[in-house]
């Protein structure tokens, strides 16, 4: 019984640590951001970042670490892009990508689980949550800046598809590399 419940002690302490690691790995990376002249919207290693955790944490842990950091941008810490932070980030133009970063975790770290990591499947998830992402921020832009859906698009999504698409592959190579050498750790 003792050995059990020390098991299930380890595993938390493990999930909590990963999931404090890839909150941090966001925190750390994603104030790097790139503006571009026509856009509100920069390009960041945000999303790639949140691809991997959908490998290392799954949807549940995943989707509890982006959570913490829109938390920790919402308190203040200039976590979000350009070293910006605050409820006025997350209410203004970019907000809704934000936001989005949830559903990216959850889809995506759905497809990992339940497909094993499978790529095909996982590429899908990843996909799949990215569009969701690009929908709900591209809705909300258009919104506070009074734009049509089709400008949001031209503004929002399409400068971004091919990074964002070389990041899911990178993601889809790496993730399953750090998720089977943490496996091995005790």
Request: hydrophobic share 50%; with cysteine.
């Amino acid at each position: 019984m003792n050995k059990q419940i020390e098991h299930e002690q380890t595993f938390k302490t493990k999930i909590l640590v990963r999931i404090g690691l890839m909150t941090a790995l966001l925190c750390v990376i994603a104030p790097f951001a790139f503006p571009i002249p026509f856009s509100p919207v920069p390009i960041s290693f945000a999303t790639f970042i949140i691809y991997l955790g959908t490998y290392i944490l799954g949807k549940k842990y995943g989707t509890i670490s982006c959570l913490i950091y829109l938390l920790l941008g919402i308190v203040g810490l200039p976590v979000f892009s350009s070293f910006s932070g605050g409820i006025g980030k997350l209410a203004g133009p970019t907000g809704g990508y934000l936001i989005g970063y949830l559903l990216l975790a959850f889809i995506g770290g759905w497809f990992v689980e339940n497909y094993d990591g499978h790529v095909l499947p996982s590429a899908i998830g990843l996909i799949l949550g990215t569009a969701l992402t690009y929908i709900f921020g591209t809705i909300w832009l258009t919104q506070q800046m009074s734009l049509s859906f089709s400008q949001g698009l031209a503004i929002g999504v399409l400068p971004y598809l091919l990074g964002d698409s070389i990041k899911i592959i990178a993601a889809l190579i790496i993730g399953p590399i750090i998720k089977k050498r943490l496996q091995h750790i005790r």
